[in-house]
């Protein structure tokens, strides 16, 4: 996607033409090409924000992994603060990239090493990285312990996982990510396996520690209440392909593109941070959208409530609306066109 109207040139992160395609193994030798993203682009500036919005099924997870370098992209770029980092061997995604780009998991207990304690999973990347050394790393683990919230830390440092709610085992997983004094942090689902009382005070220290430390954020997820809370800007992601991208309170007041508006009226309100966003019902548009598209025209036309006959013939280009690039032939594609 090109860059929205008024973006910075020059970002700490940024993603160019991002593609992937996995062949499914069939019955009886047969085989079919999945395209899981597809011609992804965005850029994330230092100390900003911006949540990869979409359902199962949308891409979003292969991004994630091909930002970690645990995937090969088919084509595209990444580049890090000016280095293109897939011009490497995957072997050599450099430890600096490594520590510069850490991961925060969905599934906090299962990220965590139920054998070790708190203070084995914050010395091991300080001591690797070289952030500490045998003398002073038990100081520094306490003061990770002190910035993500575990108070006092001296209680939780001997803890194991099991000793730990879900909450605190998150804090634990974040404090872990900072260990190497990362400058960006890629939260996947950090939220949708705790409890509702605990997802906002999760949200909320991710968001000082965006304000304080000035670290960036790339949030993948499927609840764009999250994302509004959280990102500066949301990029909505239907079938590996980004339908619509741009400051997160637009998005969310006023969508564009008529997939973000199914995603927002199955949650009941946007507002609010309350029990996760019906993920059943909004799958259940994007996988009958899967079922029957065609392989030319716009992939959500038949579902659409909006869809014209040029919708069924033609993939729509980009366009600008206000401060948003939305993929839609809704919008005319003058503007849009010209900065492609
Ligand atoms: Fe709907 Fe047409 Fe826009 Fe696709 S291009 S989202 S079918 S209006």
Known sequence: MPSEPGARNTALLE?????????????????????????????????????????????????????????????????????????????????????????????????????????????????????????????????????????????????????????????????????????????????SMLDVSIRMDILTLLTDLKNERGLAMLLITHDLASARYLADRILVLFRGRIVEGGPADEIVVSPAHPYTRALLASIADVGRLGPEPAEAKVDRIDRADTADSSDTGCPFAPRCPEAMDVCRKTDPSYRTVGSRRVRCHLYPENAGRSEE
């Open 15 to 191: 993603v160019a033409g991002l593609s992937k395609t996995f062949v499914s193994g069939g019955l009886f030798g047969t085989s079919r090409p999945v395209v899981a993203v597809e011609d992804v682009s965005f850029a994330v500036d230092c100390g900003e924000a911006v949540a990869l919005v979409g359902e199962s099924g949308s891409g979003k997870s292969t991004i994630a992994r091909i930002l970690l370098r645990l995937e090969r992209p088919d084509a595209g770029r990444i580049v890090l603060d000016g280095d293109d980092v897939l011009d490497r061997e995957p072997r050599h995604a450099s430890l600096s990239y490594r520590r510069r780009v850490q991961m925060v998991f969905q599934d906090p207990f299962g990220s965590l090493n139920r054998t070790h304690d708190v203070a084995h999973h914050l010395a091991r990347p300080l001591l690797r990285h070289k952030r500490a050394t045998q003398k002073d790393v038990r100081e520094k683990t306490i003061v990770l312990l002190h910035a993500v919230g575990l108070e006092p830390p001296e209680e939780f440092i001997s803890r194991r996982p099991y000793e730990l709610s879900g909450g605190q085992r998150q804090r634990v997983a974040i404090a872990r990510a900072l260990a190497v004094d990362p400058d960006i942090l890629i939260a996947d689902e950090p939220t």
